[in-house]
């Protein structure tokens, strides 16, 4: 990896040095420097999943769930631009880690209706719980402060269409409502 990315940056350096390092004003790199004085290149940046930015007014009911569903994903694999991912503890399959992070799989009960559900991902749950029989006692971290209202019906429409649940969309207009109630 190292003498790969050695002679990476050599051959820049040496086409560099060909075309007089991009300018006059530019150094050319002593012809004696040795290898090992190279700095080390940065690794490229991680290209962070994009969802394309749409005009929400302007969508119809598809398009809208299409968008929540896309953005969802992201914010519950990634956590989104400031937000804790979801994934973290509640896993990839929904599934959670029985005792410590509740299933999202088949929770009609916290889920089912979208202001409860809300109120949960925006506030934030602690406090003794039972989920399929098993007891939780843990830190639902509130997400108000992380996540705007879009980003928050997003990963919450994400959560009620995966993973065999069925529960419908929830609009950023309801968890605005829920937010202010809060307030
Ligand atoms: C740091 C770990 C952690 C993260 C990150 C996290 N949760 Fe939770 N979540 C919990 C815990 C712990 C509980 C149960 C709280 C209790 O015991 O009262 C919970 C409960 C829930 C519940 C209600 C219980 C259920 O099983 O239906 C929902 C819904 C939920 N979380 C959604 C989310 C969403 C959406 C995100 C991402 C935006 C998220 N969580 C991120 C730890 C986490």
């Known amino acids: 990896m190292r003498a790969l990315s050695l002679s990476a940056s050599l051959s820049v350096c040496a086409s560099l040095f060909l075309m007089g390092c991009g300018g ?3 150094p050319a790199p002593a ?5 090992e ?12 999943p994009e969802v394309p930015e749409v005009d929400w007014a302007t969508l119809d009911d598809a398009g809208k769930k299409k968008h929540l569903m896309a953005l969802g994903k992201v914010i519950y694999e990634t956590g989104g631009k400031g937000g804790l991912a979801c994934v973290t503890c509640h896993q990839a399959d929904g599934k959670g880690t029985p005792g410590a992070f509740p299933p999202l799989v ?3 009960e916290h889920m089912g209706d979208c ?5 949960i991902v925006l506030n934030g749950l602690t406090g003794e719980i039972v989920v399929d029989g098993v007891k939780y006692n843990g830190v639902m971290v509130p997400m108000k402060d992380l996540l705007d209202d879009l980003s928050i019906a997003a990963v919450m429409t994400f959560e009620r269409n995966s993973w065999g649940n069925d529960y419908g969309d929830c609009m950023p207009e309801t968890v605005a409502e829920v937010r202010k109630l809060a307030e």
């Open 24 to 26: 006059e004003s530019t």
């Open 31 to 35: 012809p004696d420097a040795t290898p």
């Open 37 to 48: 004085a190279a700095p080390e290149a940065p690794p490229a940046p991680e290209a962070a």
């Open 106 to 108: 088949g929770q009609k």
């Open 115 to 119: 202001a409860k559900h809300a109120g």
